[in-house]
């Protein structure tokens, strides 16, 4: 009776898993190593200026952070700063 109930949340959660694989702690740009908690100075200096760079709103007007978006070869880098600090790392390719 339960048997089914766990396969499907089993079969669920193993469906969600390849798009958190996606998010990290951390990216490499070169030889230096970004972590989440680094400050955005440490990111600019270590991997430049930015392809692009979005606000992060909670509503139109309150400002929660910025994305930085960075281009190297074939993946793109999306690092979320909130307070100064790295808070996500994402990347595709």
Do not use: C, W
Request: aromatic share 6%; proline share 3%.
């Amino acid at each position: 009776m339960y048997l089914p109930r766990l396969f499907s949340l089993v079969l669920l959660l193993a469906s969600v898993v390849p798009t958190v694989a996606n998010a990290a702690q951390s990216v490499r740009f070169g030889s230096a190593l970004i972590v989440v908690g680094d400050t955005e100075a440490k990111v600019l200096a270590v991997a430049g200026k930015p392809a692009a760079r979005s606000a992060i709103k909670a509503t139109r007007t309150q400002y929660q952070g910025s994305r930085l978006q960075f281009i190297e070869g074939n993946r793109t880098i999306i690092i979320e700063i909130r307070d100064g600090k790295v808070t996500r790392i994402d990347h595709k390719g």
